[in-house]
């Protein structure tokens, strides 16, 4: 393959994520999105047009400007960062292997490290901020009624943004062991149960639409898939709303994956096993399920009321040792 950096950028794509690892087309317009944001970088940079720039040009010194331009006038935060320069990282592996001249150079890139960055806790729901929050959307009309469907099925389901947005009538399966199916990060498809108020809403729901598999379940005003931008939308204008009957609230910021967050809160409260937990979430890791621990007040409280606690018994007052109180005074 030749080593010029356009034809190895576009083998990248099209050999690479696309042909043989099959990536998803959100990880694809990532991908693309940080390609575009560093060739910009790099023409401003060394007065090059992209289609002139050889892999030498990307170097770390480069690279590491690029992603300090995405903290400071970007203001990305370090995790963004790091999405970036994994994509980044992921190109270089595969120069690595396609020109082995630059293997040197793909070498020192593979060897930037991540950015440290805090790790928050995670935003969900309570349940009286639940009931408000699917209380809010007026069900005497169609937008309502869509909406009430599509909270519901998020807070149960704790399906991603995509996930829902993309399910058809096809995906819905009801009657007993109702469920719905969907096809998660990684291409990996898994069932997710459905209680039988959430199935009850469904039904009714698709019912109203006319039944026809290849529908999509929450469907825009033309009959089309929902947007992102449409979803989070939805979420905000209903929280907006919930929040007059419901204070606590007002404090918090309710997004699509808040909702997701707050179904993982639920099972946990329940009392469901966190390999379980990550099962019905599609995590491929159970790190990413253990910040669910973290966040879980009453879980700690159950284990301090199991611990034994300590007496603060009084002691009488017996100054240091000199030499210690020397030390421990410089």
Partial sequence: MSADLPTLIEAFFTKRLIAQQGASAHTIASYRDTFRLLLCFARRQLGKMPSQLAPGDLDTALLGAFLSELETNRRNTARSRNLRLAAIRSFFGFVAFEAPEHSALAARVLAMPSKRHERRQVDYLSRPE????????NTTDWFGRRDHALL?????????????TSLQQK?????????VRCMGKGRKERATPLTKPAARILATWMKEQGEDQQLFVF???????????????????????????????????????????????????AGVDCSMIALWLGHASLNTTRIYLDANLALKEEVLAKASPVTGKIQRYKPSDRLLNFLNNL
């Fill in 130 to 137: 639940i009931e408000a929050l699917l209380a809010a959307p």
């Fill in 152 to 164: 519901l099925t998020a807070v149960q389901t704790g399906l991603r943004l995509s996930e829902l």
């Fill in 171 to 179: 995906d819905v399966i009801l009657g007993e062991g109702a469920h």
């Fill in 219 to 269: 469907p825009n005003r033309a009959g089309g898939r929902l947007s992102s931008d449409a979803f989070q939308n939805i979420v905000r204008k209903h929280a907006e709303e919930a929040r007059k009957h419901c204070p606590s609230l007002a404090t918090k910021r309710v997004t699509p994956h808040v909702l997701r967050h707050t179904a993982a809160m639920e099972l946990m409260q």
